[in-house]
């Protein structure tokens, strides 16, 4: 039922291409029925013919040649219609799933047996390979579907005129063969569709662990173990699919096995009548023909079944992934932030899990303009500080508010617009060193780019490139160093027109000097806005800062 | 690229196919026998049908005496679907076979590499190892037994029409082979459409995985409108890409189906006219029969080419995938002979990568890598457990080779003797390390207790250098599972002591499974702090005679980082230790220091005044 959730909108806004790509189709399959049909008619009639002279020649020639080049065109057409629809259908659809994630950001973190996003591999791997997975759905799937209904229409109107007696045991192999084995199939094969999808998550999980993690599998000589683990989950695919393949292979049998049934039942009701001259040579002929014709028209109905399952599961995670609810809710008729923005915490604990505690009755007020260096032991809830700033999450009990205003009552935009957050591991975005800058600050002049990378020490080494501020940075930030990468997300982060801003731990993987040099200049580049730093770094480089914050272990405030 | 493949690069990846295939064994081959035969079979199916209506419409035969033939014909139909069923499970088989020992030796091999990967689009490469084996399918389950029938069964079926008329017979014989050529015409403009929609599609899922690796980051900077924009771009790039190619693909099956047509049409008409007499010669003297069973003959001369049109695609499809791996193994860096090498479908079982590599490394000469070199000697030198590193006339390359990070005359690490590493980020101190552990490859000489590390049993090699990186490798399991990664056999006090040592201890006590405590793939539902001091602990379990430590406090606060300092001093006493560190208070627990700066390698002294050490940032 997701699936059709989920594309029925969709489907819906095609509707035009999506019919056309149908017409054709019928009228290809119609015209393939009755070229076989009448060939076999005209051929039998020939045969049948004393009179040479007497036949009408010329009807039936021209229908054939006639038939034969509409078909061809029709199937054609039928094809890049169809084509073409289901692909902006994708198109649409990409975009779709993307803009109802970006509503649900942050997604609230589940344990994974629920279903529930776990890990970024995770969440990419659904992405692409689930909606590539209902590539051409409608072509080899719906279009079928349609075509064989419409084929067991044609034979039972032509079979009701000219052969009533094989009318109802054929249409009912026809539609067991139209409905039963593909409804049999897409049944049979759910299971093992899913298994298989879940699999290829996990392989593609596997791939990006061994490709990050390398390393210290080699350093620690367990190649093998990660072999050993592909392997086995290599071998379980391999047989899921195997198992998923076998089924569509044991329907297209069964089909088979009806088409002799339909055939023998025509001939044997065809025969009978023939001999008690209920029906002309001919037209058995031409019956017998069609019916084949039709059943032909049925065996591509399995080819798009055989990717129901397979679609059907695509469409139930990425369904269950749009269904992930937000981890905040956010209110209805927000209060605007004031101009002054304080920031107040009052008694505010939050636990990732009850045995996970990271902030206990922490209460604290740093006022507007005001820099700030925040340390403590790793695990003290820095991070989670920011985080309950942000309100990418609610505290689980206590008020954290700006200017006065509880954040629960704020537009989250309004948040996202005022705080800003250099995060701990911030990505270097595929694209050049501009775009990358421009996510803080669209608005951004190259002056100020210039500036701000000058400010992070990293003008030097950009302007060495050879496209300069038009140089390309990789996924990971492939012509970055580590140091670079961080520096790169940094000025990002200052070039925001935020008011307020937090760091967390902006000199991770930088030299001392560099560390220094930075974390020195940080409250001259706030200019004025509120600038919190999370940081390990040692007392003695943070005394450019207005105050310096210590929360401890058990993530309440130390006196520093 | 150009659009149109050069002839040896068609070779090249026929003779990809045909070992791909080798590892298929007997089901590939019952995979094109089977349907062949079924094919075969037709032959008769539409004699005997041809014949019955013979019998019953032109000489008036009752129903009741033909009941046999109608039920043999069933049976026919019956045994050709059984045929076909056996030659798809058949496919399935050898198909699933295929992929599986492909993948396998894939994953080996980026394993195995000492190239680094770290920096690639790695959503690419497991789509490659996921996504584009699975498109090598279609390739042995459809097109290839479909090419052996296109080849034979318009053959065999034309001889058999002869038999009846000469004249049908030629019709199909003439028709039938004008086909193959005008779909090799087409395909030729298919496929280079077809590689460059796979690049679209390689490249759609990079950038999705970019970007929803930094949804969050995007999202609070309220680039939501935007780059949703911009995957709707390259949505409607791919579908341009892909229209491109299918259009292309679709006039080759139209082309099909215009001789099909005209078959069947021709044959209607020609038999049909000369039933009427207009025809003068031999078609006026053919029986209904013999009539009928041209007729039904006349599309199925045609079907098993429209059979491997339909799976046309599907060879381009696998084509496209096997160029899509190589280029994605050579865009890795891996050397692109050993990445030929990798899709050739060899298990890891009967192929021993390191010693293939190391062939091709000897033969080459360019590159001198330890621990390629290994494989050539098996169970040779072991040294002693208080040895130290030597490096001379040592040469370290960034892996595109562009960017020389490292050159050293002479350094070496005496036994037992500790010393930090220092030196601006990016400078390649991470690399230095891991081509002292014989990780990585270098130009020049390195010897573990004057023991060319080459020349070593590699297992002896693992043992006596531990190394530990600054991105740990989390298998899913237990806390007592992944400490174990470091030593398979340690027992549980083993366990607990290397977790006290590493301070991971405390973080085990607050969790009410201890050492069972699940780990989630890449160390999830572990903070940066405790992964550190779960990697950390590994060390404790280890016992080298060398011991590099990349970063080895990073996320640990200045207590913790004391405590581990303390432990790992009592660890590395009597072995040698080389502590790549930014950390000032790290550096100060070392006797010395060496800092890595402009290309080379200088004494430091590790309390040097910070302003003094690198003032300039250098082109890192």
């Known amino acids: 039922m997701n699936l059709l959730v989920l594309l029925g909108p969709l489907y819906r806004q095609q509707a035009g291409r999506l019919m056309l790509a149908l017409m054709l189709g019928l009228v290809t399959l119609f015209a393939g029925v009755a070229l076989l049909g009448i060939s076999g008619w005209f051929l039998t009639a020939a045969a049948m013919t004393t009179a040479g002279l007497a036949f009408n020649l010329f009807g039936p020639s021209s229908l054939i040649r006639g038939l034969s080049l509409l078909r061809i065109l029709a199937r054609y057409g039928e094809k890049v219609a169809g084509h073409d629809a289901t692909l902006a259908l994708l198109s649409t659809l990409r975009s779709a799933v993307f803009t109802r994630l970006f509503a649900r950001i942050p997604l609230r973190q589940t344990a994974s047996a629920t279903g529930a996003p776990t ?268 985080q309950l700033l942000l309100r990418l999450r609610d505290p689980d009990s206590g008020t954290v508010s700006l200017g006065g205003i509880d954040l629960t009552w704020a537009d989250p935009e309004e948040i996202h617009a005022t705080v800003a957050l250099l995060e701990q591991d911030a990505p270097v975005f595929m694209g050049s060193i501009r775009d990358n800058l421009l996510i803080g600050n669209p608005h951004a002049g190259d002056g100020a780019l210039w500036e701000m990378l000058d400010a992070v020490q990293l003008s030097a080494t950009i302007a060495a490139l050879p496209d300069r501020l038009d140089a390309f940075v990789g996924e990971t930030g492939s012509t970055l160093s580590a140091g670079q990468a961080r520096r790169l997300c940094l000025a990002r982060t200052l070039l925001s027109r935020a008011e307020i801003l937090l760091l967390d731990e902006p000199t991770a993987s930088l030299d001392p000097a560099l560390e220094e040099a930075i974390l020195f200049a940080l409250p001259r580049l706030a200019r004025g806005r509120t600038l919190i730093v999370a940081t390990h770094a040692p007392t003695s480089r943070l005394q450019g800062f207005d105050r310096h914050l210590r929360l401890s272990a058990k993530g309440g405030l130390e006196s520093a | 690229m150009s659009a149109i493949p050069s002839a040896t690069e068609r070779a090249a990846r026929r003779v990809e196919m045909r070992r791909l295939a080798r590892s298929g064994g007997f089901a590939l081959k019952a995979t094109i026998l089977l349907p062949l035969m079924a094919g075969l079979l037709l032959v008769i199916q539409a004699r005997l049908l041809a014949g019955l209506l013979d019998q019953a419409i032109a000489q008036d035969i009752p129903p009741a005496a033909l009941l046999t033939s109608v039920l043999g014909l069933g049976g026919l139909i019956l045994t050709r679907a059984a045929l076909g069923l056996a030659g798809e499970h058949a496919g399935v088989f050898a198909a699933e076979r295929i992929k599986a020992a492909l993948r396998a030796s894939l994953f080996s091999g980026l394993l195995r590499n000492d190239v680094r990967l770290s920096r690639q689009a790695s959503g690419a490469l497991a789509s490659v190892l996921v996504d584009q084996v699975d498109q090598l399918d279609g390739y042995f389950t459809r097109f290839l037994p479909a090419t052996i029938q296109a080849a034979m069964l318009p053959l065999a079926f034309a001889v058999a029409v002869a038999q009846v008329d000469l004249w049908v017979a030629l019709l199909f014989l003439l028709t039938a082979p004008l086909i193959p050529i005008f779909m090799a015409l087409v395909g030729w403009g298919a496929e280079a459409a077809a590689r460059d929609q796979a690049e679209a599609l390689s490249r759609l899922s990079g950038h999705f995985a970019d970007r929803l690796r930094g949804i969050l980051t995007l999202k609070l900077f309220g680039c939501e409108l935007s780059e949703t924009e911009a995957v709707k771009a390259a949505g409607e790039d791919l579908r341009r890409r892909t229209l491109r190619v299918l259009r292309i693909a679709f006039l080759s099956s139209a082309v099909l189906e215009f001789f099909a047509a005209l078959g069947v049409a021709g044959v209607a008409l020609y038999v049909g006219l000369g039933y009427l007499g207009y025809l003068p010669g031999h078609a006026g003297s053919l029986t209904l029969a013999e009539g009928l069973f041209c007729l039904l003959m006349a599309p199925e001369v045609y079907q098993p080419l429209r059979l491997m049109a339909a799976h046309y695609h599907d060879k381009k499809a696998a084509e496209s995938a096997l160029s899509e791996i190589a280029m994605r193994i050579k865009a890795s860096g891996l050397d692109a002979r050993s990445g030929e090498r990798m899709i050739t479908g060899e298990t890891s079982s009967t192929l021993h990568p390191e010693r293939m590599m190391t062939r091709e490394a000897v033969a080459t000469g360019v590159m001198d890598t330890p621990a390629l070199r290994e494989g050539l000697a098996d169970g040779r030198a072991c040294p002693r457990q208080d040895s130290g590193l030597e490096i001379a006339a040592f040469t370290l390359w960034t892996p595109d080779r562009r960017r020389r990070l490292l050159q050293a005359p002479a350094w070496s690490l005496k036994p037992g003797s500790h010393a930090a590493l220092l030196g601006e980020s990016g400078i390649g101190k991470t690399s230095f390390l891991q081509a002292l552990a014989g990780l990585r490859a270098f130009e020049g000489e390195l010897r573990l207790g004057g023991v060319p590390v080459g020349g070593m049993d590699p297992a002896c090699l693992r043992r006596r250098i531990t190394l530990l990186n600054q991105r740990p490798f989390f298998l899913p399991g237990s806390v007592a599972d992944n400490l174990r990664f470091a030593a398979p056999e340690a027992s549980e006090g083993a366990l607990l002591d290397a977790a006290e040592k590493s301070g991971l201890l405390a973080d085990l006590a607050r969790l009410p499974r201890g050492l069972d405590t699940a780990v989630g793939p890449g160390g999830h539902g572990l903070s940066g702090g405790q992964a550190q001091r779960l990697a950390l602990a590994r060390v404790f379990l280890t016992d080298p005679a060398v011991l590099l430590l990349d970063e080895p406090t990073a996320h640990l606060d200045a207590e913790t980082e004391r405590r581990v300092m303390d432990a790992l001093l009592a660890f590395a006493r009597g072995r040698s230790l080389l502590v790549a560190t930014h950390s000032q208070a790290v550096a100060a627990c070392l006797p010395r220091a060496w800092r890595i700066c402009e290309g080379g390698l200088w004494p430091s002294i590790a309390s040097l005044p910070l302003g003094l050490a690198a003032k300039t940032e250098t082109a890192a």
């Open chain 1, 119 to 386: 890990s970024h591999a995770d969440l990419m791997s659904r992405l692409t390979a689930d909606i590539d997975q209902l590539d051409s759905l409608f072509v080899i799937g719906v279009s079928p579907l349609v075509n064989g209904a419409f084929a067991a229409l044609l034979l039972g109107t032509v079979l009701a005129l000219a052969l009533p007696t094989a009318l109802l045991p054929v249409l009912a192999l026809l539609s067991l063969g139209i409905f039963g084995v593909p409804l049999a199939l897409v049944l049979l094969a759910r299971g093992p569709a899913r298994q298989v999808v879940r699999h290829a998550a996990t392989m593609r999980g596997m791939v990006i662990e061994a490709v990050e993690s390398g390393d210290d599998l080699r350093a620690f000589d367990q190649t093998m173990l990660a072999q050993h683990r592909f392997e086995a989950l290599n071998l379980t695919l391999a047989k899921g699919r195997r198992r998923l393949a076998r089924t569509g292979a044991f329907a297209a049998f069964a089909l088979q096995a009806l088409t002799a049934a339909a055939l023998v039942c025509v001939l044997l009701n065809g025969l009978e009548a023939l001999s008690s001259d209920r029906l002309s040579g001919p037209v058995l002929v031409g019956l017998l023909l069609a019916t084949m014709a039709s059943f032909e028209a049925v065996s591509a109905i399995l080819r798009g079944v055989a990717r129901f399952g397979l679609a059907a599961a695509s469409a139930e995670r990425l369904a269950a992934l749009l269904e992930t609810p937000c981890a905040i809710e956010a209110e209805a008729h927000p209060v605007m932030l004031p101009p002054s923005l304080d920031i107040e915490l009052i008694d505010v604990s939050f636990a990732y899990a009850p045995d996970r505690p990271a902030l206990q009755a922490l209460s604290l007020k740093i006022a507007q303009g005001e820099t700030v260096a925040l340390t403590g032991p790793s695990g003290s809830g820095k991070s989670t500080l920011f």
